[in-house]
Structures are given as structure tokens and as C-alpha cells.
């Protein structure tokens, strides 16, 4: 059965770094093709692609927050990671990470909510 | 980036009616490998994100066969062949085809 669920500080002020874990079990990053991803949702609004990390350590990042953004993994402790610096009210928002693997999204966490708030 | 349009942006229907949702892109969403990567998810209230289609046709894994999925290039299409009361929610296109992956701006299907 594969399950995500993410975690986060809940709130943290502006010009932080947010730091977000997705953990994760019923598969692994070390599986060929096997890549999770962090996508975004501020309250009633659409949703936003930030980062994909793959199997083999590949990473892309959505070009619009690059340079705020690093992902990461642990293979042997099923987690991947996201950091978001320097961040600001724009970036309350609950972060679901979701599993890519034969396509983006068959499997995602229950979100987590990160409030930026001074 | 790829622009997805979505219409309508509210659905009104009633239980049993078949309903359409409009998704057309900036870009042909035919990748170079031959795969178009336009993908459906149904976002419940209070809850994530599911997916329902994938590579524009096809259905996901425990998805009721009454959703389907059409369209190639830049228009897609997702029907529902007889609106069940657990179908209610906003509906995403997504496409992965062109880097990063947009989703469009959500198709909220309420009850009538």
C-alpha cells in the first residue's frame, strides 16, 4: 500500500526557510523511474508544481521559485525534502508531496499547511 | 509556461446527468516520444488531490469507468457519464508534457 504524508513547521515568519519531509512507504526512490514531487495549494486557489526529485537524483525545479528551492532525499529512510528559502506571505499555502512513477500523481499525501506570518 | 483553460469554471448538474469539462492549452501537448501527458484529478472538499486520467485517456487505478477522458493536441475533454453525489468537488487538468507542469485553473462541479 503506498501512503505519503507530509510535515512542516505549521508557521514561521517571513524571511525563513521553510523546511518540509514527505515520508513515504509501499515503494522506494531507489526504483528505477521512481521520482516524487512537491506541489502547492494556497487556500481556495489552484495548484502549483514546485520541484520533482527522481530515482537517479535527477532534479528540476519549477523556473518561477528556482532559486529559493532545493529538494532532496533520504532512499534509506523513504523521505524526500523540500526547502524553501526566504520565504513571505505568498508562500502560505498547504504543500502536498505526491508520488511520479508511470506518470505524475496517482499517489499524493494529505498536505501539510505552512503559514508565513510575522 | 503552458497555459490550461478550463470551462466551465462552475458545473451545475444534477445526480444521473452526464457532464463535460473543457481543457485547452496554449501549447499541442503531443511530447516528441509520442505520449500526450494530460492528466485529470478530482479534488474533494477538505482533501487531496486524486487522479483520475492519465496520458489523456486513460483510466486510473479504482477510478469509476462512468469518467473518461478525449481530445489530443491542444483540447481535451473529461466526461462524466451519470454525476454521482461522491463526484462533487474541483476538477484539474494537468500537463506534464512541457517543463514545469501546469495545472489548469479548476472546474467546480456542484450539485444543481
Known amino acids: 500500500q503506498v501512503t505519503l504524508k507530509e510535515s512542516g513547521p505549521g508557521i514561521l515568519q517571513p524571511s525563513q526557510t521553510l523546511s518540509l519531509t514527505c515520508t513515504f512507504s509501499?515503494?522506494?526512490?531507489?526504483?528505477?523511474?521512481?521520482?516524487v514531487g512537491w506541489i502547492r495549494q494556497p487556500s481556495g486557489k489552484g495548484l502549483e508544481w514546485l520541484a520533482n526529485?527522481?530515482?537517479?537524483?535527477?532534479?528540476y525545479y519549477n523556473p518561477s521559485l528556482k532559486n529559493r528551492l532545493t529538494i532532496s532525499k533520504d532512499t534509506s529512510n523513504n523521505q524526500a525534502f523540500l526547502k524553501i528559502t526566504n520565504v513571505d506571505t505568498a508562500d502560505t499555502a498547504t504543500y502536498y508531496c505526491?508520488?511520479?512513477?508511470?506518470?505524475?500523481?496517482?499517489?499524493w499525501g494529505q498536505g501539510t499547511l505552512v503559514t508565513v506570518s510575522s | 509556461d503552458v497555459v490550461l483553460t478550463q470551462t466551465p469554471s462552475i458545473l451545475s448538474a444534477t445526480i444521473g446527468q452526464s457532464v463535460s469539462i473543457s481543457c485547452r492549452s496554449s501549447?499541442?501537448?503531443?511530447?516528441?516520444?509520442?505520449?500526450?501527458?494530460l492528466y485529470w484529478f478530482l479534488q474533494r472538499p477538505g482533501q487531496s488531490p486524486q487522479r483520475l486520467i492519465y496520458?489523456?485517456?486513460n483510466l486510473g487505478s479504482g477510478v469509476p469507468n462512468r469518467f473518461s477522458g478525449s481530445g489530443s493536441g491542444t483540447d481535451f475533454t473529461l466526461k462524466i457519464s451519470g454525476v454521482e453525489a461522491e463526484d462533487l468537488g474541483v476538477y484539474y487538468c494537468?500537463?506534464?508534457?512541457?517543463?514545469?507542469?501546469?495545472f489548469g485553473g479548476g472546474t467546480k462541479l456542484e450539485l444543481k
Open positions: 494537468m500537463q506534464a508534457t512541457h517543463a514545469p507542469p501546469t
Open positions: 496520458l489523456v485517456s
Open positions: 501549447q499541442s501537448l503531443l511530447d516528441s516520444d509520442g505520449n500526450t501527458y
Open positions: 526529485i527522481w530515482w537517479d537524483d535527477d532534479k
Open positions: 509501499g515503494f522506494s526512490l531507489s526504483t528505477y523511474g521512481m521520482g
Open positions: 505526491a508520488r511520479n512513477y508511470g506518470g505524475y500523481g496517482a499517489y
